[in-house]
Protein backbone atom coordinates (compact mmCIF):
# COMPACT_ATOMS: atom_id res chain seq x y z
CA UNK A 1 0.00 0.00 0.00
CA UNK A 2 2.84 2.29 0.78
CA UNK A 3 4.46 1.78 -2.61
CA UNK A 4 1.56 3.73 -4.35
CA UNK A 5 0.86 5.91 -1.99
CA UNK A 6 3.16 8.64 -4.11
CA UNK A 7 1.66 7.67 -7.11
CA UNK A 8 -1.95 8.19 -6.00
CA UNK A 9 -0.74 11.82 -4.51
CA UNK A 10 1.18 12.69 -8.27
CA UNK A 11 -2.52 11.56 -9.84
CA UNK A 12 -4.22 13.51 -7.65
CA UNK A 13 -1.94 16.51 -7.91
CA UNK A 14 -2.61 15.77 -11.59
CA UNK A 15 -5.75 15.85 -12.13
CA UNK A 16 -5.82 19.19 -9.72
CA UNK A 17 -3.42 20.99 -11.71
CA UNK A 18 -5.09 20.18 -15.10
CA UNK A 19 -8.52 21.20 -13.62
CA UNK A 20 -6.88 24.60 -12.99
CA UNK A 21 -4.68 24.94 -15.97
CA UNK A 22 -8.35 24.57 -18.30
CA UNK A 23 -10.38 26.77 -16.02
CA UNK A 24 -10.61 30.44 -17.51
CA UNK A 25 -8.28 29.22 -20.48
CA UNK A 26 -9.29 29.32 -24.03
CA UNK A 27 -8.98 26.28 -25.92
CA UNK A 28 -5.67 25.52 -28.32
CA UNK A 29 -6.50 25.95 -31.60
CA UNK A 30 -4.42 24.39 -34.88
CA UNK A 31 -3.36 27.22 -37.72
CA UNK A 32 -4.91 30.92 -37.34
CA UNK A 33 -8.96 31.56 -37.41
CA UNK A 34 -10.72 34.75 -38.44
CA UNK A 35 -12.64 35.54 -35.87
CA UNK A 36 -13.89 38.94 -37.22
CA UNK A 37 -13.55 41.46 -40.08
CA UNK A 38 -14.24 45.19 -40.31
CA UNK A 39 -16.07 45.49 -42.95
CA UNK A 40 -18.04 42.36 -42.40
CA UNK A 41 -18.32 39.70 -44.99
CA UNK A 42 -21.36 40.31 -46.40
CA UNK A 43 -22.21 44.06 -45.22
CA UNK A 44 -23.51 47.20 -47.35
CA UNK A 45 -21.68 50.44 -46.46
CA UNK A 46 -23.07 53.85 -46.99
CA UNK A 47 -19.40 55.46 -47.06
CA UNK A 48 -16.39 53.60 -48.94
CA UNK A 49 -13.55 52.21 -46.16
CA UNK A 50 -10.36 53.37 -45.50
CA UNK A 51 -9.32 50.30 -44.50
CA UNK A 52 -9.69 46.81 -43.31
CA UNK A 53 -9.19 45.21 -40.15
CA UNK A 54 -8.83 41.37 -39.76
CA UNK A 55 -8.60 39.80 -36.58
CA UNK A 56 -7.27 36.41 -35.69
CA UNK A 57 -7.25 33.97 -32.58
CA UNK A 58 -3.61 33.99 -32.73
CA UNK A 59 -0.64 35.29 -34.50
CA UNK A 60 0.11 35.53 -37.59
CA UNK A 61 2.71 36.24 -40.19
CA UNK A 62 2.15 40.28 -41.06
CA UNK A 63 5.51 40.73 -43.22
CA UNK A 64 4.26 37.46 -45.52
CA UNK A 65 0.39 39.26 -44.97
CA UNK A 66 -1.02 39.87 -48.69
CA UNK A 67 -4.45 41.11 -49.17
CA UNK A 68 -5.77 42.02 -52.94
CA UNK A 69 -9.07 43.62 -53.29
CA UNK A 70 -11.00 43.88 -56.65
CA UNK A 71 -13.76 45.58 -57.78
CA UNK A 72 -17.02 43.98 -59.22
CA UNK A 73 -15.12 43.67 -62.60
CA UNK A 74 -12.46 41.81 -61.39
CA UNK A 75 -9.94 44.44 -61.64
CA UNK A 76 -7.68 44.28 -58.56
CA UNK A 77 -6.79 48.09 -57.11
CA UNK A 78 -3.67 48.72 -54.99
CA UNK A 79 -3.53 48.48 -51.17
CA UNK A 80 -1.18 49.42 -48.26
CA UNK A 81 1.26 47.48 -46.07
CA UNK A 82 -0.07 45.21 -43.60
CA UNK A 83 0.62 46.55 -39.99
CA UNK A 84 -0.36 44.38 -36.86
CA UNK A 85 -1.95 45.69 -33.71
CA UNK A 86 -2.75 43.40 -30.79
CA UNK A 87 -6.28 42.41 -30.75
CA UNK A 88 -8.34 43.56 -27.98
CA UNK A 89 -11.58 41.58 -27.99
CA UNK A 90 -9.78 38.53 -26.80
CA UNK A 91 -6.70 37.35 -25.15
CA UNK A 92 -3.97 36.69 -27.96
CA UNK A 93 -5.91 37.47 -30.95
CA UNK A 94 -3.87 39.83 -33.61
CA UNK A 95 -5.77 42.34 -36.03
CA UNK A 96 -4.20 42.84 -39.21
CA UNK A 97 -5.02 46.35 -40.80
CA UNK A 98 -4.75 46.78 -44.18
CA UNK A 99 -5.19 50.65 -46.00
CA UNK A 100 -7.80 50.93 -49.10
CA UNK A 101 -7.35 53.91 -51.93
CA UNK A 102 -11.06 55.78 -52.30
CA UNK A 103 -13.29 53.01 -53.37
CA UNK A 104 -16.55 54.39 -55.69
CA UNK A 105 -19.90 53.08 -54.89
CA UNK A 106 -20.38 48.84 -56.12
CA UNK A 107 -19.35 45.43 -54.83
CA UNK A 108 -15.74 44.79 -53.69
CA UNK A 109 -14.11 41.19 -53.39
CA UNK A 110 -10.97 40.89 -50.29
CA UNK A 111 -9.19 37.67 -50.72
CA UNK A 112 -6.12 37.43 -48.14
CA UNK A 113 -3.28 35.20 -47.34
CA UNK A 114 -0.61 34.44 -44.74
CA UNK A 115 0.84 31.99 -42.80
CA UNK A 116 0.13 31.31 -38.69
CA UNK A 117 3.79 32.35 -36.63
CA UNK A 118 3.91 28.93 -34.11
CA UNK A 119 2.95 26.29 -36.70
CA UNK A 120 3.94 27.75 -40.47
CA UNK A 121 0.88 26.52 -41.96
CA UNK A 122 -0.74 28.65 -44.43
CA UNK A 123 -3.95 30.43 -43.92
CA UNK A 124 -6.15 32.45 -46.30
CA UNK A 125 -9.76 33.25 -47.43
CA UNK A 126 -11.78 35.94 -48.74
CA UNK A 127 -14.97 37.76 -48.14
CA UNK A 128 -17.33 40.54 -49.76
CA UNK A 129 -18.65 44.32 -48.98
CA UNK A 130 -20.62 46.52 -51.10
CA UNK A 131 -20.49 50.66 -50.92
CA UNK A 132 -23.59 53.16 -51.85
CA UNK A 133 -27.52 52.10 -51.47
CA UNK A 134 -29.14 49.76 -54.09
CA UNK A 135 -26.41 47.12 -53.72
CA UNK A 136 -27.06 43.55 -52.58
CA UNK A 137 -24.19 41.32 -51.10
CA UNK A 138 -24.34 37.76 -50.32
CA UNK A 139 -21.55 36.59 -47.39
CA UNK A 140 -18.85 34.60 -48.90
CA UNK A 141 -19.21 32.62 -45.33
CA UNK A 142 -16.42 29.86 -44.48
CA UNK A 143 -16.22 26.80 -45.74
CA UNK A 144 -16.96 23.89 -43.43
CA UNK A 145 -14.56 21.54 -45.29
CA UNK A 146 -11.17 20.63 -43.20
CA UNK A 147 -8.33 18.85 -44.68
CA UNK A 148 -5.82 17.05 -43.09
CA UNK A 149 -2.35 17.31 -43.53
CA UNK A 150 -0.64 16.11 -46.72
CA UNK A 151 1.53 13.16 -47.12
CA UNK A 152 5.06 14.71 -47.16
CA UNK A 153 4.17 16.72 -44.31
CA UNK A 154 2.63 14.01 -42.41
CA UNK A 155 5.29 11.75 -43.07
CA UNK A 156 7.79 14.20 -41.52
CA UNK A 157 5.43 15.29 -38.96
CA UNK A 158 5.26 11.17 -38.23
CA UNK A 159 9.50 10.81 -38.07
CA UNK A 160 9.44 13.73 -35.86
CA UNK A 161 6.73 12.34 -32.88
CA UNK A 162 7.69 8.72 -33.56
CA UNK A 163 11.38 9.48 -32.76
CA UNK A 164 10.63 11.75 -30.04
CA UNK A 165 8.30 9.16 -28.51
CA UNK A 166 10.90 6.80 -28.48
CA UNK A 167 13.69 8.58 -26.93
CA UNK A 168 11.83 9.62 -24.09
CA UNK A 169 10.14 5.69 -23.63
CA UNK A 170 13.30 4.80 -23.44
CA UNK A 171 14.43 7.30 -20.94
CA UNK A 172 11.58 6.38 -18.74
CA UNK A 173 12.72 2.19 -19.20
CA UNK A 174 16.07 3.36 -18.12
CA UNK A 175 15.15 5.21 -15.03
CA UNK A 176 12.33 2.37 -14.28
CA UNK A 177 14.30 -0.98 -15.29
CA UNK A 178 17.10 -0.05 -14.06
CA UNK A 179 17.99 -3.29 -12.18
CA UNK A 180 16.49 -5.66 -14.31
CA UNK A 181 18.47 -3.96 -17.24
CA UNK A 182 21.95 -4.21 -15.33
CA UNK A 183 21.04 -7.76 -14.81
CA UNK A 184 20.13 -8.67 -18.63
CA UNK A 185 22.91 -6.88 -20.70
CA UNK A 186 21.98 -7.94 -24.41
CA UNK A 187 18.51 -5.96 -23.25
CA UNK A 188 20.43 -3.24 -22.21
CA UNK A 189 22.42 -2.77 -25.32
CA UNK A 190 18.94 -2.95 -27.77
CA UNK A 191 17.56 -0.34 -25.66
CA UNK A 192 20.31 2.33 -25.43
CA UNK A 193 20.61 1.44 -29.64
CA UNK A 194 16.92 2.46 -30.22
CA UNK A 195 16.92 5.27 -28.34
CA UNK A 196 19.77 6.63 -30.28
CA UNK A 197 17.88 5.48 -33.43
CA UNK A 198 15.11 7.62 -32.27
CA UNK A 199 16.89 10.74 -31.69
CA UNK A 200 18.27 10.34 -35.18
CA UNK A 201 14.72 9.92 -36.69
CA UNK A 202 13.30 12.96 -34.59
CA UNK A 203 16.26 15.08 -35.93
CA UNK A 204 15.43 14.11 -39.21
CA UNK A 205 11.84 14.47 -39.06
CA UNK A 206 12.17 18.15 -37.71
CA UNK A 207 14.13 19.08 -40.42
CA UNK A 208 12.13 17.18 -43.38
CA UNK A 209 9.22 19.13 -41.68
CA UNK A 210 11.14 22.82 -41.75
CA UNK A 211 11.58 22.37 -45.52
CA UNK A 212 8.27 20.84 -46.65
CA UNK A 213 6.45 23.96 -44.69
CA UNK A 214 8.68 26.19 -46.14
CA UNK A 215 7.92 24.94 -49.68
CA UNK A 216 4.15 24.36 -49.03
CA UNK A 217 4.18 28.59 -47.81
CA UNK A 218 6.36 29.77 -50.34
CA UNK A 219 8.36 31.50 -48.10
CA UNK A 220 10.96 31.81 -45.42
CA UNK A 221 9.91 30.13 -41.54
CA UNK A 222 8.82 33.20 -38.76
CA UNK A 223 10.85 33.83 -35.90
CA UNK A 224 7.78 32.14 -33.93
CA UNK A 225 8.66 28.91 -35.63
CA UNK A 226 12.13 28.95 -35.42
CA UNK A 227 11.94 29.38 -31.64
CA UNK A 228 9.57 26.31 -31.17
CA UNK A 229 11.48 23.93 -33.48
CA UNK A 230 14.73 25.03 -32.63
CA UNK A 231 13.89 23.94 -29.07
CA UNK A 232 12.71 21.17 -29.76
CA UNK A 233 15.69 20.13 -31.65
CA UNK A 234 18.27 20.95 -29.21
CA UNK A 235 15.93 19.07 -26.60
CA UNK A 236 15.87 15.56 -28.26
CA UNK A 237 19.87 16.26 -28.66
CA UNK A 238 19.87 16.52 -24.82
CA UNK A 239 17.87 13.87 -24.34
CA UNK A 240 19.75 11.65 -25.95
CA UNK A 241 22.98 12.65 -24.11
CA UNK A 242 21.34 12.22 -20.93
CA UNK A 243 19.78 8.67 -21.98
CA UNK A 244 23.32 7.38 -22.99
CA UNK A 245 25.02 9.36 -19.71
CA UNK A 246 22.43 6.86 -17.43
CA UNK A 247 23.20 4.04 -19.79
CA UNK A 248 26.96 4.06 -17.95
CA UNK A 249 25.33 4.17 -14.13
CA UNK A 250 22.99 1.06 -14.46
CA UNK A 251 22.63 -0.73 -11.77
CA UNK A 252 22.66 1.26 -8.66
CA UNK A 253 19.63 1.50 -5.88
CA UNK A 254 19.23 5.22 -6.50
CA UNK A 255 18.39 7.12 -9.21
CA UNK A 256 21.40 9.17 -10.65
CA UNK A 257 19.09 12.80 -9.65
CA UNK A 258 21.14 15.50 -11.61
CA UNK A 259 21.06 13.30 -15.43
CA UNK A 260 17.24 12.20 -14.27
CA UNK A 261 16.12 15.95 -13.63
CA UNK A 262 17.64 16.97 -16.57
CA UNK A 263 16.42 14.61 -18.92
CA UNK A 264 13.23 14.81 -17.63
CA UNK A 265 13.17 18.53 -18.19
CA UNK A 266 14.62 18.18 -21.79
CA UNK A 267 11.24 15.42 -22.51
CA UNK A 268 9.13 18.39 -21.48
CA UNK A 269 10.75 20.95 -23.32
CA UNK A 270 10.79 19.26 -26.55
CA UNK A 271 7.10 18.67 -26.03
CA UNK A 272 6.74 22.19 -25.56
CA UNK A 273 8.09 23.08 -29.40
CA UNK A 274 6.78 19.85 -30.63
CA UNK A 275 2.87 21.46 -30.06
CA UNK A 276 3.87 24.50 -31.13
CA UNK A 277 5.13 23.29 -34.31
CA UNK A 278 1.63 21.47 -34.62
CA UNK A 279 -0.78 23.57 -32.45
CA UNK A 280 -0.50 27.12 -32.23
CA UNK A 281 -1.99 27.75 -28.43
CA UNK A 282 -2.62 29.61 -25.43
CA UNK A 283 -0.79 29.15 -22.19
CA UNK A 284 -2.72 26.93 -20.90
CA UNK A 285 -3.34 25.07 -24.30
CA UNK A 286 0.48 25.07 -24.45
CA UNK A 287 0.61 23.01 -21.01
CA UNK A 288 -2.29 20.73 -22.17
CA UNK A 289 -0.20 20.00 -25.22
CA UNK A 290 3.33 19.24 -23.31
CA UNK A 291 2.12 17.14 -20.79
CA UNK A 292 -0.27 15.22 -23.45
CA UNK A 293 2.99 15.14 -25.83
CA UNK A 294 5.31 13.58 -23.16
CA UNK A 295 2.58 11.41 -21.11
CA UNK A 296 1.87 9.48 -24.40
CA UNK A 297 5.61 9.23 -25.30
CA UNK A 298 6.32 7.51 -22.20
CA UNK A 299 3.84 5.56 -22.53
CA UNK A 300 3.80 4.82 -26.19
CA UNK A 301 7.13 4.72 -26.52
CA UNK A 302 7.79 2.30 -23.65
CA UNK A 303 5.32 -0.12 -25.11
CA UNK A 304 7.37 -0.24 -28.56
CA UNK A 305 10.80 -0.70 -26.35
CA UNK A 306 9.18 -3.46 -24.67
CA UNK A 307 8.48 -5.47 -27.26
CA UNK A 308 11.99 -4.69 -28.99
CA UNK A 309 13.33 -6.13 -25.88
CA UNK A 310 11.15 -8.58 -25.08
CA UNK A 311 11.17 -10.81 -28.10
CA UNK A 312 15.38 -11.81 -27.87
CA UNK A 313 14.57 -12.64 -23.91
CA UNK A 314 11.73 -14.79 -24.70
CA UNK A 315 13.31 -16.79 -27.35
CA UNK A 316 16.33 -17.53 -25.23
CA UNK A 317 13.71 -18.53 -22.41
CA UNK A 318 13.62 -15.52 -20.25
CA UNK A 319 9.87 -14.71 -19.85
CA UNK A 320 10.11 -15.11 -16.61
CA UNK A 321 12.31 -11.48 -16.95
CA UNK A 322 9.83 -10.38 -19.35
CA UNK A 323 7.30 -10.49 -16.79
CA UNK A 324 9.15 -8.85 -14.13
CA UNK A 325 9.93 -5.77 -16.62
CA UNK A 326 6.43 -5.57 -17.49
CA UNK A 327 4.73 -5.29 -13.91
CA UNK A 328 7.73 -2.79 -13.10
CA UNK A 329 7.11 -0.56 -16.35
CA UNK A 330 3.58 -0.86 -15.48
CA UNK A 331 3.99 1.84 -12.65
CA UNK A 332 5.21 4.14 -14.63
CA UNK A 333 3.10 3.35 -17.87
CA UNK A 334 -0.62 3.79 -16.21
CA UNK A 335 0.07 7.27 -14.82
CA UNK A 336 1.16 8.18 -17.93
CA UNK A 337 -1.55 7.08 -19.84
CA UNK A 338 -4.17 8.37 -17.88
CA UNK A 339 -2.62 11.61 -18.06
CA UNK A 340 -2.30 11.33 -22.26
CA UNK A 341 -6.58 10.08 -22.06
CA UNK A 342 -7.09 13.34 -19.93
CA UNK A 343 -5.35 15.56 -21.33
CA UNK A 344 -6.04 15.00 -24.96
CA UNK A 345 -9.95 14.59 -24.04
CA UNK A 346 -9.41 18.42 -22.66
CA UNK A 347 -7.70 19.39 -26.01
CA UNK A 348 -10.43 18.10 -28.11
CA UNK A 349 -13.24 19.69 -26.33
CA UNK A 350 -11.45 23.21 -27.71
CA UNK A 351 -10.48 21.35 -31.08
CA UNK A 352 -14.26 19.88 -32.03
CA UNK A 353 -16.69 21.41 -29.45
CA UNK A 354 -19.50 20.49 -31.39
CA UNK A 355 -21.42 16.80 -33.01
CA UNK A 356 -21.10 18.43 -36.35
CA UNK A 357 -17.47 19.01 -36.09
CA UNK A 358 -17.32 15.37 -35.03
CA UNK A 359 -19.62 13.38 -37.48
CA UNK A 360 -19.08 16.04 -40.45
CA UNK A 361 -15.71 17.01 -41.02
CA UNK A 362 -12.83 14.77 -42.51
CA UNK A 363 -10.27 15.98 -39.04
CA UNK A 364 -14.00 15.03 -36.77
CA UNK A 365 -13.86 11.26 -38.34
CA UNK A 366 -9.98 10.90 -37.76
CA UNK A 367 -10.10 12.38 -34.50
CA UNK A 368 -12.75 9.72 -33.44
CA UNK A 369 -10.60 6.90 -35.11
CA UNK A 370 -8.31 7.75 -33.09
CA UNK A 371 -10.22 7.33 -29.85
CA UNK A 372 -11.11 3.86 -31.15
CA UNK A 373 -7.41 2.73 -31.45
CA UNK A 374 -6.65 4.43 -28.15
CA UNK A 375 -9.60 2.33 -26.78
CA UNK A 376 -8.45 -1.15 -28.19
CA UNK A 377 -4.73 -0.30 -26.60
CA UNK A 378 -5.59 0.52 -23.26
CA UNK A 379 -8.24 -3.00 -23.67
CA UNK A 380 -4.90 -4.72 -24.41
CA UNK A 381 -2.40 -2.89 -22.23
CA UNK A 382 -4.95 -3.83 -19.20
CA UNK A 383 -4.90 -7.73 -20.22
CA UNK A 384 -1.21 -7.78 -20.21
CA UNK A 385 -0.44 -5.78 -17.20
CA UNK A 386 -3.22 -7.79 -15.17
CA UNK A 387 -2.14 -11.88 -16.44
CA UNK A 388 1.89 -10.91 -15.81
CA UNK A 389 0.70 -10.75 -11.86
CA UNK A 390 -0.84 -13.68 -12.03
CA UNK A 391 1.28 -17.14 -10.78
CA UNK A 392 2.77 -19.20 -13.13
CA UNK A 393 4.14 -18.56 -16.86
CA UNK A 394 2.27 -16.53 -19.45
CA UNK A 395 3.79 -17.45 -22.67
CA UNK A 396 1.71 -14.94 -24.80
CA UNK A 397 3.28 -11.97 -23.00
CA UNK A 398 4.77 -11.40 -26.20
CA UNK A 399 2.14 -11.18 -28.88
CA UNK A 400 -0.40 -9.26 -26.40
CA UNK A 401 2.77 -6.69 -26.17
CA UNK A 402 2.74 -6.95 -30.16
CA UNK A 403 -1.07 -6.31 -30.43
CA UNK A 404 -0.83 -3.04 -28.11
CA UNK A 405 1.82 -1.82 -30.28
CA UNK A 406 0.02 -2.12 -33.30
CA UNK A 407 -2.90 0.07 -32.12
CA UNK A 408 -0.30 2.70 -30.57
CA UNK A 409 1.43 2.48 -34.25
CA UNK A 410 -2.80 3.46 -35.76
CA UNK A 411 -2.88 5.95 -32.85
CA UNK A 412 0.22 7.69 -33.90
CA UNK A 413 -0.29 7.89 -37.21
CA UNK A 414 -3.87 9.41 -36.71
CA UNK A 415 -2.20 11.88 -34.66
CA UNK A 416 0.17 12.94 -37.13
CA UNK A 417 -2.22 13.72 -39.43
CA UNK A 418 -4.81 15.06 -37.14
CA UNK A 419 -1.41 17.67 -36.21
CA UNK A 420 -1.41 18.96 -40.18
CA UNK A 421 -5.39 19.24 -40.37
CA UNK A 422 -7.45 22.46 -39.75
CA UNK A 423 -9.89 21.31 -36.76
CA UNK A 424 -13.35 22.62 -36.93
CA UNK A 425 -13.36 24.67 -33.76
CA UNK A 426 -14.81 27.32 -35.55
CA UNK A 427 -17.98 25.85 -36.41
CA UNK A 428 -19.26 26.72 -33.43
CA UNK A 429 -19.43 30.50 -34.90
CA UNK A 430 -20.54 29.68 -38.33
CA UNK A 431 -24.55 28.54 -39.33
CA UNK A 432 -25.20 24.95 -39.88
CA UNK A 433 -24.43 23.71 -43.23
CA UNK A 434 -27.71 21.95 -43.26
CA UNK A 435 -29.98 24.80 -42.87
CA UNK A 436 -30.74 28.40 -44.68
CA UNK A 437 -31.87 30.78 -42.25
CA UNK A 438 -34.50 33.17 -44.12
CA UNK A 439 -33.75 36.23 -45.06
CA UNK A 440 -35.11 39.70 -45.99
CA UNK A 441 -39.47 39.17 -46.57
CA UNK A 442 -41.96 37.09 -47.51
CA UNK A 443 -45.17 38.11 -48.58
CA UNK A 444 -48.03 36.43 -49.44
CA UNK A 445 -52.16 36.98 -50.35
CA UNK A 446 -55.38 36.29 -48.38
CA UNK A 447 -58.70 37.27 -49.48
CA UNK A 448 -58.44 40.92 -50.35
CA UNK A 449 -54.77 41.45 -48.75
CA UNK A 450 -51.42 41.28 -49.80
CA UNK A 451 -49.46 40.94 -46.64
CA UNK A 452 -45.44 41.25 -45.99
CA UNK A 453 -43.60 39.90 -43.06
CA UNK A 454 -39.93 40.64 -41.84
CA UNK A 455 -38.27 39.78 -38.90
CA UNK A 456 -34.67 41.65 -37.48
CA UNK A 457 -32.76 40.19 -36.52
CA UNK A 458 -33.65 37.12 -36.98
CA UNK A 459 -31.89 35.39 -34.30
CA UNK A 460 -32.89 33.79 -31.34
CA UNK A 461 -33.47 36.79 -28.68
CA UNK A 462 -35.55 39.79 -28.69
CA UNK A 463 -36.73 40.41 -32.45
CA UNK A 464 -38.88 43.20 -33.91
CA UNK A 465 -41.83 41.50 -36.33
CA UNK A 466 -42.70 44.23 -38.72
CA UNK A 467 -45.84 43.92 -40.68
CA UNK A 468 -47.35 45.48 -43.91
CA UNK A 469 -50.80 45.05 -44.89
CA UNK A 470 -52.30 46.78 -48.33
CA UNK A 471 -55.83 46.35 -49.95
CA UNK A 472 -55.82 45.19 -53.53
CA UNK A 473 -59.16 46.90 -54.03
CA UNK A 474 -59.39 50.71 -53.99
CA UNK A 475 -60.94 51.99 -51.70
CA UNK A 476 -60.53 49.37 -49.23
CA UNK A 477 -63.89 48.34 -48.00
CA UNK A 478 -63.02 48.93 -44.38
CA UNK A 479 -59.33 50.11 -42.53
CA UNK A 480 -57.89 47.25 -40.68
CA UNK A 481 -58.67 47.22 -37.26
CA UNK A 482 -55.72 45.52 -35.44
CA UNK A 483 -53.06 43.13 -36.16
CA UNK A 484 -52.12 39.98 -34.43
CA UNK A 485 -48.60 38.21 -34.55
CA UNK A 486 -47.46 34.75 -32.88
CA UNK A 487 -43.98 33.98 -34.09
CA UNK A 488 -44.47 30.57 -33.86
CA UNK A 489 -44.74 29.61 -29.66
CA UNK A 490 -48.28 29.91 -29.45
CA UNK A 491 -48.12 33.48 -27.57
CA UNK A 492 -50.48 35.86 -29.62
CA UNK A 493 -49.35 39.61 -29.85
CA UNK A 494 -50.74 42.51 -30.86
CA UNK A 495 -48.77 44.74 -33.41
CA UNK A 496 -48.59 48.54 -32.69
CA UNK A 497 -49.65 50.27 -35.84
CA UNK A 498 -46.78 52.73 -37.06
CA UNK A 499 -48.76 54.21 -40.02
CA UNK A 500 -51.55 53.33 -42.17
CA UNK A 501 -50.28 50.03 -43.54
CA UNK A 502 -47.17 49.50 -41.62
CA UNK A 503 -47.24 47.43 -38.20
CA UNK A 504 -44.49 46.47 -35.48
CA UNK A 505 -44.50 44.29 -32.53
CA UNK A 506 -41.60 43.22 -30.25
CA UNK A 507 -40.50 39.68 -29.88
CA UNK A 508 -38.55 37.53 -28.47
CA UNK A 509 -37.28 34.20 -29.95
CA UNK A 510 -36.54 31.60 -27.67
CA UNK A 511 -34.27 29.51 -30.22
CA UNK A 512 -33.44 28.84 -33.68
CA UNK A 513 -35.11 26.62 -36.40
CA UNK A 514 -38.47 26.59 -38.34
CA UNK A 515 -41.29 27.93 -36.95
CA UNK A 516 -44.60 28.94 -38.40
CA UNK A 517 -45.11 33.15 -37.84
CA UNK A 518 -48.99 33.67 -37.97
CA UNK A 519 -50.38 37.23 -39.05
CA UNK A 520 -54.12 37.61 -38.31
CA UNK A 521 -55.38 40.89 -39.46
CA UNK A 522 -58.74 41.92 -38.18
CA UNK A 523 -60.95 44.39 -40.35
CA UNK A 524 -64.02 46.41 -39.02
CA UNK A 525 -67.12 44.59 -40.49
CA UNK A 526 -65.03 42.12 -42.20
CA UNK A 527 -63.95 38.49 -41.61
CA UNK A 528 -60.78 38.33 -40.26
CA UNK A 529 -57.66 37.06 -42.64
CA UNK A 530 -54.85 35.00 -41.29
CA UNK A 531 -51.91 34.10 -42.90
CA UNK A 532 -48.97 31.71 -42.37
CA UNK A 533 -44.82 32.66 -43.09
CA UNK A 534 -42.43 29.33 -43.03
CA UNK A 535 -39.78 30.83 -41.31
CA UNK A 536 -36.03 29.55 -40.42
CA UNK A 537 -34.56 31.86 -37.72
CA UNK A 538 -30.60 31.47 -37.61
CA UNK A 539 -28.32 29.24 -35.30
CA UNK A 540 -27.13 32.25 -32.82
CA UNK A 541 -23.25 32.40 -33.02
CA UNK A 542 -21.73 30.40 -30.48
CA UNK A 543 -25.10 27.97 -29.63
CA UNK A 544 -26.48 25.45 -31.90
CA UNK A 545 -24.28 26.28 -35.03
CA UNK A 546 -22.41 23.10 -35.68
CA UNK A 547 -24.78 21.07 -33.68
CA UNK A 548 -24.56 20.19 -29.84
CA UNK A 549 -22.18 20.83 -27.85
CA UNK A 550 -20.16 17.93 -26.66
CA UNK A 551 -17.83 19.55 -24.39
CA UNK A 552 -19.06 17.87 -21.51
CA UNK A 553 -18.65 14.54 -22.83
CA UNK A 554 -15.34 15.51 -23.30
CA UNK A 555 -14.45 16.24 -20.09
CA UNK A 556 -16.33 13.32 -18.67
CA UNK A 557 -13.79 11.27 -20.45
CA UNK A 558 -10.91 13.44 -19.23
CA UNK A 559 -12.09 12.25 -15.82
CA UNK A 560 -12.73 8.68 -16.68
CA UNK A 561 -9.04 8.83 -17.60
CA UNK A 562 -7.68 10.12 -14.23
CA UNK A 563 -9.74 8.35 -12.01
CA UNK A 564 -9.30 5.04 -14.08
CA UNK A 565 -5.64 5.42 -13.72
CA UNK A 566 -5.88 5.84 -10.06
CA UNK A 567 -7.48 2.15 -10.07
CA UNK A 568 -5.48 0.73 -12.11
CA UNK A 569 -2.87 2.03 -9.85
CA UNK A 570 -3.54 0.62 -7.02
CA UNK A 571 -4.81 -2.75 -8.73
CA UNK A 572 -1.45 -3.08 -9.98
CA UNK A 573 0.34 -1.77 -7.03
CA UNK A 574 3.24 -4.57 -5.52
CA UNK A 575 2.40 -7.44 -3.54
CA UNK A 576 3.36 -7.58 -0.05
CA UNK A 577 4.71 -10.29 1.18
CA UNK A 578 5.83 -11.63 -2.22
CA UNK A 579 4.49 -14.46 -3.47
CA UNK A 580 6.23 -17.53 -4.84
CA UNK A 581 6.06 -17.45 -8.05
CA UNK A 582 7.96 -13.89 -7.27
CA UNK A 583 10.61 -15.80 -5.74
CA UNK A 584 11.43 -18.22 -8.48
CA UNK A 585 11.31 -15.07 -11.12
CA UNK A 586 14.20 -14.14 -9.22
CA UNK A 587 15.88 -17.21 -9.33
CA UNK A 588 14.93 -17.40 -13.06
CA UNK A 589 16.79 -14.00 -13.46
CA UNK A 590 19.57 -15.13 -12.02
CA UNK A 591 20.10 -17.82 -14.05
CA UNK A 592 19.32 -15.99 -17.19
CA UNK A 593 21.34 -12.55 -15.87
CA UNK A 594 24.32 -13.76 -18.51
CA UNK A 595 22.25 -14.81 -21.47
Known amino acids: MKAIAPIGRALAGIALAVAAVVAGASPATAHAVLISTSPADGSTLEEAPREIVLTFDEEVDVPGFAVRLLDEGGTPLEVGAA ?5 SDEPGA ?19 QSITSDDFHPVDGELTFGVG ?42 LALRRELFRRLPARRILVRAITTGVVVSLAGLIALEVVLSFDAGATPPASFLVFWGTAVVSIVVLGMVSLALDRDLGGRAIPRVPAAVGVAASLTAAWGLGHLGHGASVAGSALTTVHLAATAVWAG ?14 HGAEAWVRAVVRRFAIIAVPALALSVASGSLLAAGLVPAWGGLTGTQYGNTLALKVAFVGVAVLLGGITAWRVRRPGSDRHVGPRLAAELAAIAGVVLLAVTLAGGQPPDDLRWQASPTTA ?29 TVRVLDTRRPAPAPVDRVLVDIGDGEVATAIAQNATDWLVPATIAESGPRAVSVVVERVGWEDSTVTF ?22 LLAGAGLLGGLAAAAALRPRAPRRADDSSDEASLATTASA
Open 83 to 87: TATDG
Open 94 to 112: TSVTVTFPVLADGRYLVRW
Open 133 to 174: AGFTVTAVGASVERPVGGPLESLARGAGYVGFMIAVGGLGLL
Open 302 to 315: GVALLVVISVPAVR
Open 437 to 465: ATSGVQSAEVDDLVVTLALSPGLPGSNFA
Open 534 to 555: PWEVAPLPGTLAGGESISGWWA
